[in-house]
Every structure is written in structure tokens, then in C-alpha cells.
């Protein structure tokens, strides 16, 4: 294979997981993951973030896609989709506190990133709790929070 066969071959996931193929895109991105193994390197972390977020859309793995995410934001610190990909898998994974630290980890890298913007819009901003003096996790601010919802 040749040297550029691994970042073709990502190329190709990310146009599949454009036209909303996550079937090819995730076949495409592991791939790309096993060719710069072969060659005995260590996958780029764009390689591994892009495989996890599609392997928590597809197949629902997120444990083992939260790690592949991880492992990329490690690898690309410098790389912004890469922490939207990690806080999107946080998302589903039910983690919220996880996700907006990755969301706003890649604001601090580019700050005008309109994917991390609108994910975390789209989290909502929480409200205060009723009873300041009380953790937000007391039994008597969740009461309160609930009874008061709009």
C-alpha cells in the first residue's frame, strides 16, 4: 500500500459519513486505522476520533467508541472536531458533564467552531438551583427544580 493509501481512505469515510452513508464511513475510517497498522505506525487520531463516532452511531458500542475518541483527542490535542467527535459520543453515552468539558475544551482550541457552538446550544444551559445554600443534586432542589419546570 501506498503511503497515502490510509488518508485516501479516510477521505472516503468522511465524504461517506457526509451523504449520511455511516455504514461506509465506519468501514472506511477502520480501514484507514488498519492500513497505518499494518505499516506498523500508530493510527492518526483523526482516524481513531471519526471510527469511534461512528461506531457509537452505528453500533451502539460506546464504551469501546468513547475510548477510540479518547485515544484521538490524545493523539490530535490540537484538533477541535476531534473533541466535538468526543463530546457527541459522550452525549449518547449519557455523560453530559463529559460532553460539555470536551465541547468546551475545543472552544479554547477554535473558538469559532460552529459545530461546537450549536452542540453546545443544543445541550441547553441549565438553570440555577431553587436553594443556592444546596448541592444541585439535593433531594430538595430536585423537587423544587421539577415542580417549577416549564
Do not use: W
Request: glycine share 10%; charged share 25%.
Amino acid at each position: 500500500m501506498s503511503e497515502n493509501a490510509a488518508e485516501r481512505t479516510f477521505r472516503k469515510g468522511k465524504a461517506a459519513l457526509q451523504s449520511g452513508d455511516l455504514i461506509a464511513a465506519l468501514a472506511h475510517f477502520e480501514a484507514a486505522i488498519r492500513i497505518e497498522q499494518r505499516r506498523g505506525i500508530r493510527p492518526a487520531g483523526r482516524y481513531l476520533s471519526y471510527y469511534g463516532a461512528c461506531l457509537a452511531l452505528t453500533t451502539g458500542r460506546l464504551e469501546e467508541a468513547r475510548d477510540a475518541c479518547e485515544r484521538g483527542v490524545e493523539a490530535e490535542f490540537y484538533n477541535a472536531d476531534l473533541q466535538l467527535n468526543l463530546g457527541r459520543v459522550c452525549l449518547q453515552a449519557g455523560d453530559r458533564a463529559a460532553a460539555y468539558r470536551a465541547f468546551r475544551a475545543g472552544l479554547r482550541l477554535q473558538g469559532d467552531h460552529r459545530g461546537l457552538r450549536g452542540a453546545l446550544q443544543a445541550m441547553g444551559i441549565r438553570r440555577r438551583p431553587r436553594l443556592a445554600f444546596l448541592r444541585r443534586s439535593h433531594p430538595f432542589n430536585r423537587v423544587l427544580g421539577r415542580l417549577s419546570a416549564p
